[in-house]
C-alpha cells in the first residue's frame, strides 16, 4: 500500500498566535497550519474556548519539540468574579452558589492570595484535559460523572493583583507566574472557598509560554493581511527558530563528519557535553556554521545520544 504524503510546504519553525475568544485550541491550529500551507503542525498546549492569548504553534518539523513548550512556565492575566461559583470554575459553568461578596474588601484578598504563593498543592478540575482510564476528566464531567482526583505539586512564582471592584458580585484582576500543569481556574474557585464566597474565572488571558510573550503574537486577522500583502515569503519571516523551544538547554556543536552520524541516529562523542553535561541531560545541537540538529541526551561516557532530530529540507 502507497506510504500517504503530508500535504503542504516543509515549513519549519514557531509561530506566535493571540489565539482568540470562542475558538478552541485545535481550530486555531488549523487555520494557522491552512494559512502557512504547512505539512505539519501541533500546539504547545490547549488554551480553552473561552481563553485568549499565546499560543505557540509549531509548524514542520518544529512539532517534534513542542513537548518541551508544555513543560514550561506560563503567564497570565485573569478576572475572577467573587460571589459566583460554577460548576466548572468558568463563566462556561453552571452556577453551583451564589453568595453576596460585598463584605469582601482588598485587605482580606491580600492575605487570602499570600496562601497561594510558591509551592503549593492544587486538585485538577473535574473541566481538565487530564485523563482518566484514557478519557479526558471533561468528557466525563459532561456526564455528570466525578471521579476523585488527587493533588498536584504546582510553584505559583508570582500573584499580582491589578485591580479589585467590590460589590454584590465583586471583580478581581490577578497577574500569575505558574508551574507547568497551574489551572487558572482551580485557583480562582480556591480563592473563593477560602473568602467564603465562592469565585469562578470570567476572563482568561495567557501573556507568557516559556521563552515566549504576549508582545510577539499575532492574531489570525493580521496573518491574512499580512498574506494576502506578502504572500508565503511574508509570512515565513514571522516564525521563530524551532530552538527556542529549547533555549534553556546547553547547546553542543559537531564538526560536519560528526554530524553525519548524528543524523543517522548514532551516539557521538561531544566535548562540550562530555566536560559540562550530567549523564541525562538533555541538550541542543548544533552543527558547525549553525544548523540546528535536534535535541539529544548525555550519556554515561559524554556521549550525545540524539532523542529528536530535525530532518533538513532536500
Not at 474588601?105 to 478540575?125: D, H, M, R
Not at 501573556?207 to 511574508?234: C, I, N, R, W, Y
Not at 524551532?242 to 553525519?260: F, G, H, K, N
Amino acid at each position: 500500500m502507497a506510504r500517504r504524503r503530508n500535504r503542504g510546504r516543509p515549513v519549519n519553525g514557531i509561530f506566535l498566535l493571540d489565539k482568540p475568544l470562542g475558538l478552541s485550541s485545535n481550530h486555531a491550529l488549523q487555520r494557522v497550519r491552512r494559512l502557512f500551507d504547512a505539512n505539519k503542525a501541533g500546539h504547545t498546549g490547549s488554551l480553552d474556548p473561552l481563553a485568549t492569548g499565546l499560543l505557540p504553534i509549531c509548524l514542520g518539523e518544529a512539532t517534534k519539540f513542542s513537548q518541551f513548550l508544555l513543560d514550561a512556565e506560563k503567564g497570565y492575566r485573569s478576572t475572577f468574579s467573587l460571589g459566583v461559583r460554577t460548576e466548572s470554575g468558568d463563566v462556561d459553568g453552571d452556577e453551583v452558589s451564589r453568595i453576596d461578596a460585598s463584605a469582601i474588601t482588598l485587605q482580606k484578598i491580600e492575605q487570602a492570595v499570600e496562601c497561594f504563593k510558591g509551592e503549593i498543592k492544587q486538585i485538577p478540575s473535574m473541566y481538565s484535559a487530564l485523563k482518566h482510564n484514557g478519557q479526558p476528566l471533561y468528557k466525563l464531567a459532561r456526564q455528570g460523572i466525578e471521579v476523585e482526583r488527587e493533588a498536584r505539586a504546582i510553584t505559583i512564582f508570582d500573584y499580582q493583583i491589578l485591580d479589585f471592584r467590590p460589590g454584590t458580585v465583586a471583580e478581581l484582576d490577578v497577574q500569575v507566574h505558574c508551574s507547568k500543569g497551574t489551572y487558572i481556574r482551580s485557583l480562582a474557585d480556591d480563592l473563593g472557598q477560602l473568602l467564603g464566597c465562592g469565585a469562578h474565572v470570567s476572563a482568561l488571558h495567557r501573556t507568557l509560554a516559556g521563552p515566549f510573550h504576549e508582545k510577539d503574537m499575532l492574531s489570525l486577522d493580521a496573518l491574512e493581511v499580512l498574506l494576502e500583502e506578502g504572500g508565503m515569503e511574508q509570512l515565513d519571516t514571522l516564525l521563530k527558530p524551532m530552538d527556542i523551544a529549547v533555549a534553556d538547554r546547553m547547546a553542543v556543536t559537531l564538526s560536519p563528519q560528526t554530524a553525519e552520524y548524528f543524523q543517522l541516529g548514532q551516539p557521538v562523542m561531544s566535548t562540550q557535553a562530555f566536560r559540562n553535561g550530567q549523564e541525562g541531560d538533555i541538550v541542543r545541537v548544533f552543527r558547525e556554521g549553525g544548523a540546528f540538529l535536534g535535541v539529544a541526551t548525555v550519556t554515561e561516557e559524554g556521549k550525545a545520544a540524539p532523542k529528536r532530530l530535525v530532518v533538513e529540507n532536500q
